[in-house]
């Protein structure tokens, strides 16, 4: 167990460290999530009790769309190179890479949500009725729902010819049961109208039955050819 | 064949009617070689007869479609990854990362945390590793190095080498053939694939000539597919 962690720590700060210097996936994923909050802020023009109804959706749409990007080029480093044929040569097992990939996207999906939702807070003057707390436990669960299946399907379609049209064609239909707790999960709490406590029971369930999956399954996808 | 040259009475690798088929290229046809420790071997050929297929297979990163390799006496290659170095022709390295880092990254993988072997690692393959450049600004010769340093970071008994002399200048290459016999004479056993036969001329032990995905000899000379 320690050596899985070690592990993961050693792979998690060298992604980390590679991601300061390059700013790939941090840059991208800003970019394209301040694109889509500036062309919904133009697009719609909501009351406040409108806005609160919305913007689960859109803010977990442009989070998913921002993240996608992200993810796609979490296994383009190791495929230059080669790297990746030095990992599976290695003792390493093979779920520390998928767990230092999937916290890697975790903290960069965490970021870009930290400096997107205050826009999101100006452009449609959100205020949440509901314990704003659980915000944070909502944007948690549905972040790691979010990276930990794009991880996996990014790893999986790592040898196909069109990689970066077949991971959302994975992903989305695969997540559509989490991103729909953790927008109604998140309208919940902006409304104040019912209690989220459902779709937080929904999303942790959903997490650990997928991160399992994900972890049982990633040595053969790792080492299929 | 000579028989005398593969009939090893202690062979630390057994491959027996190996088979590689992708589609239906079959890039391997029923090879079956033994090989014993501390020895060099240089695996030649054309293009597309095998050899990278075949040092991958060794490797553990192509399964066979058929037959079986054993090595240090198991089957389950996975169980002696530890004594296994590979270098392939790609550097396997980070490039945004300098050589030091790279080492350190790599043999954490291996449960190595001594930033002295590393340095020690670096230095062996006669680079500096105090050099904090990122190896995408290496030269295609100090990439090799690098290269052949990651593959050494844990001591293995057996070296996996593809290209090692590729776009690697005479000196370097030189140097580099110097290293490699002296890791033989230390006990490990190399096998490297490569076009530049010449290049281990006086310093292999044995060349295994490959064509159309078979092991068509094995000499104790190097000799062109000319000569008689």
Redesign the interface.
């Known amino acids: 167990m320690s050596?899985l962690a070690?592990?993961t720590r050693?792979?998690l700060s060298?992604d980390l460290?590679?991601e300061w210097?390059?700013k790939d996936a941090i840059n991208s994923m800003l970019f394209f999530a301040l694109l889509v909050v500036v062309i919904f802020s133009f697009s719609f023009d909501p009351t406040a009790e409108e806005s609160r109804r919305i913007a689960g959706g859109l803010v977990w749409v442009a989070f998913l769309f921002a993240a996608v990007v992200a993810l796609n080029q979490t296994w383009a480093?190791e495929l230059?190179?080669?790297?990746l044929?030095?990992?599976?040569?290695?003792?390493?097992p093979a779920n520390a890479l998928f767990l230092a990939k999937a916290l890697g996207n975790f903290i960069f999906v965490i970021v870009l949500e930290a400096f997107m939702t205050p826009l999101f807070i100006v452009f449609y003057n959100l205020r949440a009725l509901g314990a704003a707390y659980q915000l944070l436990i909502v944007s948690a669960l549905g972040t790691w729902a979010l990276v930990v299946n794009g991880t996996f399907f990014a790893a999986m379609s790592l040898r196909t010819r069109s990689r970066e049209i077949m991971l959302p064609l994975l992903l989305f239909p695969i997540s559509i049961p989490a991103l729909l707790a953790t927008v109604e999960g998140t309208t919940a709490i902006l409304t104040g109208d019912y209690s989220p406590k459902f779709w937080i029971v929904l999303l942790a369930a959903y997490n650990v039955v997928f991160t399992t999956a994900c972890l049982l399954l990633f040595d053969k996808v790792l080492n299929a050819? | 064949m000579n028989q005398s040259l593969h009939a090893a009475a202690n062979p630390i690798i057994v491959i027996h009617d190996l088979v590689k088929q992708f589609g239906r290229f079959a890039a391997l046809r029923g090879v079956s070689a033994e090989f014993v420790a501390g020895r060099l071997y240089a695996i030649v050929g054309e293009n597309g007869a095998g050899k990278t297929t075949l040092l991958r297979s060794l490797?553990?990163?192509?399964?066979p479609t058929r037959g079986s390799i054993s090595m240090l006496g198991t089957t389950d290659l996975?169980s002696v990854?530890?004594q296994?170095g590979?270098m392939?022709h790609?550097?396997?390295?980070?490039?945004?990362?300098g050589g030091m880092?790279n080492l350190r990254?790599?043999a954490?993988?291996?449960?190595i945390q001594d930033d002295e072997r590393c340095a020690r690692t670096i230095s062996a393959v006669g680079l500096d590793p105090t050099l904090i450049r990122p190896v995408g600004q290496y030269s295609q010769g100090m990439r090799q190095r690098m290269s052949l340093a990651?593959a050494l970071i844990h001591d293995p008994k057996v070296l996996l080498l593809d290209e090692p002399f590729s776009n690697v200048d005479a000196r370097s290459a030189r140097q580099m053939t110097h290293l490699l016999t002296q890791l033989r004479d230390a006990g490990k056993t190399i096998f490297v694939v490569t076009h530049q036969a010449s290049q281990l001329e006086h310093a292999a032990d044995e060349f295994v000539h490959m064509e159309a995905g078979v092991i068509v000899r094995r000499t104790r000379e190097w000799m062109t597919a000319e000569a008689p």
């Open positions: 050596a070690t592990l050693a792979s060298k460290r590679l210097r390059s480093r230059r190179n080669q790297v044929d030095a990992y599976r040569v290695s003792p390493a050819e | 490797a553990g990163l192509t399964q996975r990854c530890r296994l590979y392939a790609p550097s396997l390295l980070y490039e945004e990362m880092e990254y790599f954490r993988l291996y449960e990651r």
